[in-house]
């Protein structure tokens, strides 16, 4: 055997922790739970309909009398907190979103039946006009201009309706100035104390959105693009003052939206503000990786574990994913993180 000479190889040889499984496992980082994942929900009109996506392979829109399957499903996989999100009848779709102010409208019934079978699963709901307004914008539009001030009045009585159909945490995703500070000061108004605010503080103009925008039947009618409202993918600083802000203006907790293609801000965000930051692994990522996975390019169940592994590791706490319940299994099935 050769005799190495001192300082010529390193003592420190960073394959030994490595080696076996039981090392690997001792010396792991970041763990990934049930717990950290919420499921977001396409509801849409009818009765028994479980309509399949076709830019989101494995994702249906279901009427709200089959809410109970899935968020049964997701209860028993132990996933903490579902989000709702509608697809409007376009007849009922109006400059003025108007739809959005209905307290019995497709997501004030979803909330209602899922609060009354589900009681301890946690319900969240966007504030945003874009599923009720026909410019498929997230905000009025008047002359080519999305009017701030006003559509804020209208989040304020939508979270309002929202949170009296027993919604606990609204999740302000439409990127107005202020909404956070009066959506908090309409709740405290109206004995809504408890209801929490996650705002889709760091929300980025991004392409990323798509399948959802087919999902919830706004792309088509979306005039433009979002670029006056969300943020622009090219900036960071601006992000951090964005969160300072909403977190000045009562945000209980905020989120990095899309997820994998800005993973430094939600690294950025947590280490600055410790605050709980969620990451929301979008309709575009979804897509992205189960087209790829459909195609045999890619291992599904190693796939799915790493990109959601990912958010931990930047310092997500929660992962908003269309994965959340197929995850949760092969955790369950693997006893912990397979990789
Ligand atoms: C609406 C909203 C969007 C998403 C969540 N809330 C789309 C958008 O801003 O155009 C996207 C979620 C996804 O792509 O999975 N304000």
């Given at each position: 055997?050769?005799?190495?000479?001192?300082?010529?190889?390193?003592?420190t040889?960073?394959?030994?922790?490595?080696?076996?499984?039981?090392?690997?496992?001792?010396v792991?980082?970041?763990?990934?739970?049930?717990?950290?994942?919420?499921?977001?929900?396409?509801v849409?009109?009818?009765?028994?309909?479980?309509?399949?996506?076709?830019?989101?392979?494995?994702?249906?829109?279901?009427?709200?009398?089959l809410?109970?399957?899935?968020?049964g499903e997701?209860?028993?996989?132990?996933?903490?907190?579902?989000?709702?999100?509608?697809?409007?009848?376009?007849?009922?779709?109006?400059?003025?979103?108007r739809?959005?102010?209905?307290?019995?409208?497709l997501?004030?019934?979803?909330?209602?039946?899922?609060?009354?079978?589900?009681p301890?699963?946690g319900?969240?709901?966007?504030?945003?006009?874009?599923?009720?307004?026909?410019?498929?914008?997230?905000?009025?539009l008047?002359?080519?201009?999305?009017?701030?001030?006003?559509?804020?009045?209208?989040l304020?009585k939508?979270?309002?309706?929202?949170?009296?159909?027993?919604?606990?945490?609204?999740?302000?995703?439409?990127?107005?100035?202020?909404?956070v500070?009066?959506?908090?000061?309409?709740l405290?108004?109206?004995?809504?104390?408890?209801?929490?605010?996650?705002?889709?503080?760091?929300?980025?103009?991004?392409?990323?959105?798509?399948?959802?925008?087919?999902?919830?039947?706004?792309?088509?009618?979306?005039?433009g693009?979002?670029?006056?409202?969300?943020?622009?993918?090219?900036?960071?600083?601006e992000t951090?003052?964005?969160?300072?802000?909403?977190i000045?203006e009562?945000?209980?907790?905020?989120?990095?939206?899309?997820?994998?293609?800005?993973?430094?801000?939600?690294?950025?965000?947590?280490?600055?503000?410790?605050?709980?930051?969620?990451?929301?692994?979008?309709?575009?990522?979804?897509?992205?990786?189960?087209?790829?996975?459909?195609?045999?390019?890619?291992?599904n169940?190693?796939?799915?574990?790493?990109?959601?592994?990912?958010?931990?590791?930047?310092?997500?706490?929660?992962?908003?994913?269309?994965?959340?319940?197929?995850?949760?299994?092969?955790?369950?099935?693997?006893?912990?993180i397979?990789?």
């Amino acid at each position: 055997m050769k005799t190495l000479i001192p300082g010529e190889f390193p003592t420190t040889r960073m394959r030994r922790n490595r080696l076996h499984d039981w090392t690997r496992r001792i010396v792991a980082e970041n763990d990934l739970t049930s717990n950290d994942f919420i499921l977001p929900i396409f509801v849409g009109q009818g009765k028994r309909q479980s309509d399949p996506i076709p830019s989101m392979p494995g994702v249906n829109r279901i009427s709200v009398d089959l809410l109970d399957n899935v968020v049964g499903e997701a209860q028993d996989a132990g996933i903490p907190a579902i989000v709702i999100f509608p697809e409007i009848d376009p007849g009922k779709k109006t400059p003025d979103a108007r739809e959005a102010l209905n307290p019995d409208n497709l997501v004030c019934q979803s909330i209602r039946k899922v609060a009354k079978s589900y009681p301890e699963m946690g319900i969240i709901c966007d504030a945003a006009l874009d599923p009720f307004n026909s410019d498929g914008h997230d905000g009025l539009l008047e002359d080519n201009h999305i009017l701030n001030d006003e559509t804020v009045d209208l989040l304020c009585k939508q979270s309002l309706i929202q949170a009296e159909a027993g919604c606990h945490i609204i999740a302000p995703s439409d990127m107005m100035d202020g909404r956070v500070g009066a959506i908090r000061n309409a709740l405290d108004m109206n004995d809504f104390k408890n209801v929490g605010i996650l705002s889709y503080a760091a929300k980025y103009a991004s392409a990323f959105y798509g399948p959802f925008r087919d999902a919830i039947g706004s792309k088509d009618a979306l005039k433009g693009d979002k670029k006056t409202y969300q943020i622009n993918p090219a900036n960071i600083d601006e992000t951090i003052r964005q969160v300072a802000q909403d977190i000045e203006e009562g945000a209980d907790m905020v989120m990095v939206k899309p997820g994998m293609p800005y993973l430094d801000v939600i690294s950025r965000v947590k280490l600055e503000f410790g605050l709980p930051t969620l990451a929301y692994q979008v309709s575009g990522e979804y897509a992205m990786l189960k087209g790829a996975i459909q195609n045999g390019w890619l291992d599904n169940d190693k796939t799915i574990i790493e990109s959601l592994l990912s958010f931990k590791r930047a310092g997500a706490d929660a992962i908003l994913t269309y994965m959340a319940i197929e995850a949760s299994k092969l955790l369950k099935k693997h006893g912990g993180i397979m990789l």
